[in-house]
Nanobody
């Protein structure tokens, strides 16, 4: 199984960025997908989640109204559209694919750096 993020970079505060995560060698449509982030000196936190059916999404309070998570099962890709970015959004963003609370079918990408300058 491979989970690979892309699309990170440097953006000015107030700008937008979309990160993507492509997965392979798994039944993509069966997995809940989520984005997490970890800033220097801080714990990894859940940013957004979309269920396997795509019918439900959840967001951290800090990103509600600014970030949108979506999935394309045909492309086996999950996206995180980030708008109105703030310097505090600076972090390494990680993609996770997981079936329920499985400890086995739980896959992480290597992360992509997002830096928001003030």
């Amino acid at each position: 199984v491979q989970v690979v993020e892309s699309g990170g970079g440097l953006v000015q505060a107030g700008g937008s960025l979309r990160v993507s995560c492509a997965a392979s060698r798994l039944t993509f449509s069966s997995y809940d997908l989520s984005w997490h982030r970890q800033a220097p000196g801080k714990e990894r936190e859940l940013v957004a989640l979309i269920t396997s059916t795509g019918g439900n999404t959840n967001y951290a309070d800090s990103v509600k109204g600014r970030f949108i998570i979506s999935r394309d099962n045909a492309r086996k890709t999950v996206y995180l559209q980030m708008n109105s970015l703030k310097p505090e959004d600076t972090a390494v963003y990680y993609c996770n694919a997981r079936i329920g609370s499985s400890l086995v079918r739980n896959y992480w990408g290597q992360g992509t750096q997002v830096t928001v300058s003030s």
